[in-house]
Each structure stands twice: as structure tokens, then as C-alpha cells.
């Protein structure tokens, strides 16, 4: 094999973006963690490569991405099925699959969730900073020059071999799934119980001002016992924040490092990857959960994921 490969971006798609796990030990200094929405399936994706569990992947979202591939290379696709081609012909997700020089791989279209992972066996060139490839576009740092893929970027890959693996995708949940577990942040008092009670059993909303940054959720009014702001306190991923105008606030892989509105709650990290997979739109009911069993939902998926790999010839 070469010890370089290159693809052309003939169509950069709505928006697509180099992203790897994200960007860890920065966020005391202001440095937002970025990364892949969808964790989970960037993880697979890498996995299934042969990868580092957190290496680069391009993030492709909703459809429209077109690549060029000049050398022989081997892929992985994983997330949402954005109908992925190579010459027209359809692509097997969840699992590894070689393409040829001369190909031309499109993601035509939405079928399933929003985002899809493409993952290269070997070594993708990109931006590294503070120790990720993360693209921060609002920063404009990592990936790519900050930015989402344009038209007639270059993309280079130090290939590598690997085994040809399998995912057994059928333990990964149904993106269309609408109900989402929670852990409540009770201790604050920040919220009436009829604040609470509406949360946990009213429909929301992903309205149409939402973004990598945050999921903004429209429905019944979330009512606070003396106001919504608070001691400005870190923010993680999946973080619920309520402000003043009791719209609820989920916040995503871009999300700012620390927040002074109040927090209902946070999304444990087992549904991270179906809330990552929802668009706008999508009607989202909240279900409560402990903290031990938030803990043991995420030890039993990453069981289930680590026993899903298989290998083929």
C-alpha cells in the first residue's frame, strides 16, 4: 500500500466536519471540548478502521458530501444512514469495506438519524491542536483550517492494513427513539415542583435554532422558584439548562465551557448518541433515573459495543 492517499471534496455536503473524541483538559481555560456529536458512532467507526478509538473521522450531516479517491483506501461508515455510495452503488455501514482508485463516494440522502461517521484505515492530515483534531468552527481552529469541508479540499490519508471487521449494529439503539433518560439536579432547588413535574411530563420540541453549540427545545414553560440565574458552574455534555424564558436548553459537543443559568438536569451519556441523532422537529419526552442507574446503563453499552466486532475475510 502507498504511504500516502488522497480524496477530493467534489461536494462539501450541508455540513461536514473533521472531528475525532474531542478536545480534553482544556475547558478550565475557556477551551470548548468540540468533538464528534455523536461519540458512540465516530468510536465504532475508528474501531472498525482499525483506528484509535478517538482518532479523526469526517462528520458528514444530513447528505450532500462527495469525495474523489485517488488511491485504493479502506473505510468505515457508522450513525445515521445518509444513504452512503461508491459509484452509485450502496455502501454497507458497520463494517470495514475497500474502495478503489477512481471511486466516487456520495452520501445521497437521509434515510436514518442526522449524522454519519466515514473513517479511513490509517492516519488522517488535519489540524491538531491542543492534542485534537476537533474542528472548532467558532473558533476556527482544528480539522481543517477551523472549518467545515469546502469544495476541492484535499483530503490525505497515511493508509494502513487492517483486518476486515464486522459491527453487530443491532445493539445500537433506534435513532428515532424519542424518549430520553435523565438525571435530575433535585439538590439545587433551583426549580418548582411544578417546574419538575412539567419537565418529566410534557413533549419538547428541537426547534429550528439549534446547533452543534445546543439543542433549543420548545414547549410548556418550565417554572423556577426564584429566577434563573445562578453561580456561573461548568457545563458538560448533555447538560440541561433552563434561563429565565423556561425553554429548556441541551447542550451539545460545541457547548461553552461554564454557564450561570440554572440546570434541571443532564442527559445521561448512554442517550447521548440518539439525542446527537435527532433534528429539528423531532418531539423529545424526558424519563428521570438514578445516578447508579445512569452509571450502569453506560457499563452495560459499552459491554455490548466491545462484544459487537467480528472479523471477515
Known amino acids: 500500500m502507498k504511504t500516502q492517499a488522497s480524496l477530493t471534496v467534489s461536494h462539501p455536503g450541508f455540513f461536514s466536519l473533521i472531528q475525532d473524541g474531542g478536545r480534553k483538559g482544556y475547558q478550565a481555560f475557556g477551551v470548548p471540548e468540540s468533538g464528534a456529536m455523536d461519540k458512540e458512532a465516530a468510536m465504532i467507526a475508528s474501531l472498525l478502521a482499525g483506528n484509535p478509538k478517538e482518532a479523526p473521522v469526517i462528520e458528514v450531516t444530513v447528505m450532500g458530501l462527495e469525495l474523489e479517491v485517488h488511491e485504493d483506501l479502506t473505510i468505515a461508515?457508522?450513525?445515521?444512514?445518509?444513504?452512503p455510495q461508491v459509484d452509485g452503488m450502496p455502501v454497507p455501514m458497520y463494517q470495514t469495506v475497500k474502495i478503489q482508485t477512481g471511486s466516487r463516494l456520495r452520501f445521497t440522502g437521509l434515510r436514518t438519524g442526522a449524522r454519519a461517521y466515514l473513517a479511513f484505515s490509517g492516519t488522517m492530515k488535519a489540524d491538531n491542536v491542543m492534542g485534537s483534531y476537533a474542528t472548532y468552527t467558532r473558533g476556527n481552529f482544528g480539522g481543517?483550517?477551523?472549518?467545515?469541508?469546502?469544495?476541492g479540499d484535499s483530503i490525505v490519508i497515511e493508509p494502513k492494513e487492517t483486518a476486515f471487521k464486522r459491527f453487530d449494529a443491532s445493539v445500537l439503539p433506534g435513532y428515532g427513539q424519542t424518549e430520553i433518560r435523565v438525571i435530575l439536579f433535585r439538590e439545587d432547588e433551583a426549580f418548582t415542583g411544578e417546574g419538575i413535574h412539567t419537565f418529566l411530563s410534557e413533549p419538547y420540541d428541537i426547534s429550528n435554532q439549534s446547533d452543534r453549540m445546543g439543542y433549543r427545545l420548545s414547549g410548556p414553560l418550565i417554572s423556577h422558584r426564584e429566577g434563573a440565574d445562578m453561580i456561573s458552574s461548568a457545563i458538560t455534555f448533555g447538560a440541561i439548562q433552563v434561563p429565565g424564558h423556561g425553554q429548556p436548553i441541551i447542550m451539545m459537543a460545541d457547548r461553552q465551557t461554564v454557564g450561570g443559568y440554572t440546570q434541571i438536569g443532564r442527559v445521561i451519556s448512554a442517550d447521548l448518541s440518539v439525542l446527537a441523532?435527532?433534528?429539528p422537529g423531532k418531539t423529545l419526552t424526558f424519563k428521570e433515573v438514578s445516578l447508579r442507574e445512569a452509571q450502569n446503563l453506560y457499563r452495560q453499552r459499552m459491554n455490548q459495543i466491545n462484544k459487537a466486532f467480528s472479523v471477515y475475510e
Open 277 to 279: 441523532q435527532s433534528l
Open 77 to 83: 461508515i457508522t450513525g445515521g444512514d445518509l444513504g
Open 144 to 151: 481543517l483550517d477551523g472549518r467545515k469541508l469546502e469544495k
